[in-house]
């Protein structure tokens, strides 16, 4: 009997997938799957203020071994509702919210089957709609309908498919051709090195920087694979960062790059092998947006160093709000400034969750390797460098 409750985390579920530890028994089943898609399919209706029947909802995996049993589940149990339930296949987090809001996708709501950089036996879900993600409130009560166990509709609906990587890799292409501005090759004569880990990030290498002309040769682990056999897919991870800078190193890259599994956080690492994580990557993500935007406010989480602080108001003449940890703390703050009448365009975590008002404050690290590939493009022609930002 599946304890529903136990499986929430905050704004997510999360539970154990597979019977890989002992001492930790499997919760999140694929019957559990099923019954939550079912309880999300009702939720939606009631949230769009329309008939099940007339919902379309995608749902998306990250590399993890237990992953495509869970998405079948989630996709069976939406179809089973009344719902149009599309079948993405491997995607990433931010691109699932982008299902719901990018031109031509036009989807009522989203799911992504992931649990971040988690062992491999975890898994989970989080959920969108064209507002955002779902909030812990909401998640509570997805659950309680789950384990009330929502009665199928007498009319079953569809099941599709959908390539959500398509249209979400041609907006990052189309942001660094627009903003490089410099021919639809902008990244030729750069060698940018991408550490996805293992998990579902290697479409940045090959469907976003190749195609603009970077070298990508360098770059390891884009293979995924849910046993994650070579490092934790986790920006904060030192083994991971240390997997991602030997890489810049060995092939004179000049610029590394790495994400975790379902690619909503991200770090860097430049040409000399200096990491750009935590507060260094905030520092950088600071410096891009107050360029576009002179005082304006950046939210951070509250592990911030003083050393950061100091940067962000004596050398950027930004305002530091510092707020409390978990990333949809910090972003709901930022949203909450703005709303307020303080323009507020980062809200930013040291584990690497950055999320920008210019992208819908989705925390999508594509989108934030996507900035700081921009600036470092924009910056060599004028024979400077990420680090003079920094400096």
């Known amino acids: 009997m599946v304890e529903y409750s136990k499986l929430q985390n905050g704004s997510d579920i999360r539970g154990v997938a597979l019977p890989l530890v002992a001492a930790e028994p499997v919760n999140l089943t694929e019957e559990a799957a099923g019954q939550i898609g079912r309880a999300f399919a009702v939720w939606l209706a009631e949230r769009c203020g329309k008939p099940v029947a007339e919902l379309k909802i995608a749902v998306g995996r990250d590399s993890r071994l237990s992953g495509p049993s869970l998405q079948r589940a989630v996709l069976t149990g939406l179809v089973a509702m009344g719902a149009v339930a599309a079948d993405c296949g491997?995607?990433?987090?931010?691109?699932?919210?982008?299902?719901?809001?990018l031109p031509g996708c036009d989807f009522d709501g989203a799911?992504?089957?992931t649990a971040s950089h988690l062992p491999q036996n975890r898994n989970g879900l989080k959920f969108f709609t064209k507002a955002g993600g779902l909030e812990s409130a909401d998640i509570k009560d997805l659950l309680q309908r789950a384990a009330e166990g929502p009665q199928a509709a007498r009319l079953h609906g569809r099941l599709t498919s959908f390539d959500i990587?398509?249209?979400?890799?041609?907006?990052?292409?189309?942001r660094i051709i627009t903003e490089v501005n410099d021919g639809t090759r902008p990244l030729a004569g750069l060698k940018i090195a991408v550490d996805a880990g293992n998990g579902a990030g290697g479409f940045y290498a090959t469907r976003v920087l190749a195609p603009l002309g970077a070298d990508i040769s360098?770059?390891?682990?884009?293979?995924?694979?849910?046993?994650?056999?070579?490092?934790?897919?986790?920006?904060?991870?030192?083994e991971a960062m240390e997997s991602i800078r030997r890489a810049v190193l060995a092939g004179g890259c000049d610029?590394?790059?790495?994400?975790?599994t379902d690619v909503d956080r991200a770090g860097a690492v430049e040409a000399?092998?200096?990491?750009?994580g935590r507060n260094r990557l905030i520092a950088l993500a600071a410096a891009i947006v107050a360029e576009q935007a002179p005082g304006s406010t950046i939210v951070t989480d509250s592990v911030t160093s003083d050393q950061l602080a100091e940067f962000?108001?004596?050398k950027l003449g930004c305002r530091h709000h510092r707020f409390k940890r978990g990333y949809k703390n910090v972003i709901n703050e930022a949203i909450r400034l703005n709303e307020a009448g303080e323009t507020c365009l980062l809200a930013?975590?040291?584990?690497?969750?950055?999320?920008?008002?210019e992208n819908y404050f989705l925390d999508d690290g594509a989108y934030l390797a996507t900035k700081i590939v921009i600036r470092y493009a924009q910056l060599r022609r004028q024979g400077r460098t990420l680090a003079d930002l920094l400096e």
């Open 348 to 357: 930013m975590e040291t584990s690497g969750h950055g999320a920008l008002k």
């Open 218 to 238: 360098a770059s390891v682990y884009l293979e995924p694979d849910g046993s994650f056999p070579n490092h934790v897919p986790n920006p904060e991870n030192k």
């Open 255 to 260: 610029l590394g790059l790495i994400f975790d």
């Open 165 to 174: 990587l398509t249209p979400y890799t041609a907006m990052l292409r189309q």
């Open 111 to 113: 799911v992504m089957i």
């Open 312 to 314: 962000i108001e004596k």
């Open 90 to 101: 491997m995607a990433s987090t931010p691109a699932m919210f982008m299902a719901t809001v």
């Open 272 to 276: 000399d092998g200096t990491e750009l």
